[in-house]
């Protein structure tokens, strides 16, 4: 599994599964852009960095792609909002008109709409006959040829670059929605966190979420809450490499904000040596494995022991 270091795995997987489907959707906007809603609202991203996250996280193994819908799209710029406009079988022009014509079905005589009305009464100018309308009949003229048909071409005319395409021409373009890579993963081991997490004794959170003093909204992977403290908060950290001391310091700002009682580190695969010196300094118990689910053993172990 590899990710860039600046992609915090952890806080993914907690926002993920704090997602009920799971699914991130793509929507068309009005703009023409692809955008991904609520991925890029979790995340806190411009559009752009999103839809370049989410390919990151798809490339490294996190997240699957999922057809959402075949579009066409503007073979020049791309785009996904393209406008149908009608144009003429015989030329080609796109200046075409619809005009409504009417047939008596008695005399079969044929003309146009306002030769059939006379004051609110709809009748044939020919024979008299009182019209209905189903006896209107849709005709499309071209302005460039005059000639007249019924049944118009469609083509697409793209508001970005300004020019016109067969349908023919337009690009097929596959959108995806993205899940995690293996949904089971997170919930599996968020199962064992939890019940791990109960043999301590207490109000069990996975994602545990608490306000600290400042009053500041924190997230832990999770917490056991205690009558009126935070009896044990576990953070789990992961990294392609090394969990660094930026990584480790900002877990340790939310401890000396929220004060639980007691504070263990999961670092996956391992921690890096500045790291290790701020949490040997601050006297903070730490797990290292290359494991997420040997990591929870491990947890369990130590949450026994002292227990
Ligand atoms: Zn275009
Ligand atoms: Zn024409
Ligand atoms: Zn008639």
């Known amino acids: 599994m590899k990710i860039s270091s600046d992609v915090d795995k952890d806080k993914f997987l907690i926002r993920l599964s704090m997602n009920k489907d799971g699914m991130i959707n793509p929507e068309i906007s009005v703009l023409s852009k692809l955008r991904y809603p609520s991925f890029k609202k979790l995340f806190d991203l411009d559009d752009e960095t999103a839809l ?100 118009p071409e469609k083509v697409y005319y793209c508001p970005v670059c300004k020019k016109t395409f067969s349908e023919a021409s337009l690009e097929e373009k596959p959108i995806f929605s993205y899940r995690i890579a293996d949904a089971r993963l ?32 924190h997230v832990f992977t999770g917490v056991v809450h205690s009558a009126d403290e935070i009896a044990l908060a576990v953070e789990v950290l992961m990294s392609d490499v090394y969990v660094g001391a930026d990584h480790v310091l900002r877990s340790l700002i939310k401890v000396l904000d929220v004060s639980p009682k007691r504070f263990i580190l999961i670092a996956i695969p391992r921690i890096s040596p500045e790291a290790r010196k701020i949490l040997e300094t601050n006297k903070v118990e730490l797990i290292e494995s290359s494991d997420l689910e040997e990591a929870v053993n491990g947890l369990e172990l130590l949450v026994r022991k002292k227990s």
């Open 52 to 151: 370049f996250r989410l390919e990151e996280l798809e490339g490294a193994g996190l997240l699957k792609r999922v057809l959402w819908r075949t579009a066409l799209a503007c073979p020049s710029c791309r785009n996904l909002v393209l406008c149908v406009v009608l144009s003429c079988p015989s030329c080609g022009s796109t200046q075409v008109e619809v005009t409504n014509v009417v047939s008596c079905p008695v005399c079969k005589y044929r003309g146009g709409f306002e030769e059939f009305r006379s004051g609110r009464v709809f009748r044939c100018p020919r024979c008299g006959e009182h019209l209905s309308k189903k006896d209107i009949i849709r005709e499309y003229k071209c302005e460039n040829c005059n000639s007249l048909f019924s049944t």
């Open 186 to 217: 997170g919930e599996h081991i968020s199962r064992r966190l939890k019940s791990v997490l109960n043999d301590v004794g207490g109000y069990v959170d996975v994602p545990g979420i608490v306000i600290g003093r400042s009053g500041v909204r």
